[in-house]
């Protein structure tokens, strides 16, 4: 098993990318594999794919194209500059401090969504499992945000 495989592993990427000055170069690098590992999943899974339901690897939370992408969405962000005068980045800097608890709340909400599987086209499985997830995971933590010793936990 890879040391550190699971939650673990985004925990310290996002610890070492957001505390550490990160050269052009190394940027560059980092959202060249984020593209990569983007384009690797969708390859995997268009091409490898069968009715069968083989499990993808390229599929998994964990696997190393997920990390890739990861870092490249994270260094992207970290480099916007938001100014508070605009509602879009209010929106923005807002909605931020419930993302941590979404993050947390997530794999709680999918397994409830999960149960409640129409059968539909996957592509439309997939988004309307997305919004169900990020729409209860963002209402849950707005109500839960309310409790002071769990707003510290979780925003």
Sequence with gaps: ????EGYIGFFLLG???GHCDISV??????????ILGFAYGIYMNTYLSSAAGIHLKANGGYAINQY???A??????????FSSHTKFSKFIISFSAVTYGIY???PLILDLVRRLRLDI???ADIAICFALS?????????????IKLIRNLIT
């Design 1 to 4: 098993e890879p040391l550190f």
């Design 15 to 17: 610890y070492i990318l």
């Design 25 to 34: 170069i190394s940027r560059i690098i980092i959202y060249i594999s984020g």
């Design 68 to 70: 890739m992408c990861a």
């Design 72 to 81: 490249a969405l994270f260094c992207l962000f970290k480099r916007i500059k």
């Design 104 to 106: 947390l709340s997530h």
């Design 121 to 123: 086209v996957p592509s």
């Design 134 to 146: 990020f729409v209860a995971g963002g209402a849950l933590i707005l109500i839960l945000s309310k």
